[in-house]
Nanobody, 124 residues
Framework: QVQLVQSGGGFVQPGGSLTLSCAAS????????IHWFRQAPGKEREGIAC????????HYVISVKGRFTISTSNAKNTMYLQMGSMNPEGTAVYYC?????????????????WGQGTQVTVSS
């Protein structure tokens, strides 16, 4: 069964850090472009970070660049999102996703597999 299972998330204070994990099963992450999306209350789901399959390039949306880091572990077949200098605008449900075409950045309709989502709340 092809799936992504997320872990991590929860509450973090402004300025704090948090790491999300997303473990793949039934397929090899290295064969896909991987993405992290988030959806804040009342807003559309937006892509925030990705790694291209074709050339390994990494892209970040401007609002998280310099604060978030996307990475993978081939040994664990897992992707990560390290989030730093968190602010209240980071409160959202975070999703990992992967697409076989390998496009990065790519939209929600381009993704083949989704994680179940995990809530991150930034609050003092």
């Amino acid at each position: 069964q092809v799936q992504l299972v997320q872990s991590g998330g929860g509450f973090v204070q402004p300025g704090g850090s948090l790491t999300l994990s997303c473990a793949a099963s039934g397929f090899t992450l290295d064969d896909y472009a991987i993405h992290w999306f988030r959806q804040a209350p009342g807003k559309e789901r937006e892509g925030i970070a990705c790694i291209s399959k074709t050339d390994g390039s990494i892209h970040y949306v401007i609002s998280v660049k310099g604060r978030f880091t996307i990475s993978t572990s081939n040994a664990k077949n897992t992707m990560y999102l390290q989030m730093g200098s968190m602010n209240p605008e980071g409160t959202a449900v975070y999703y990992c996703a992967a697409n076989r075409i390998g496009s990065c950045p790519a939209g929600t309709f381009d993704q083949d597999v989704w994680g179940q989502g995990t809530q991150v709340t930034v609050s003092s």
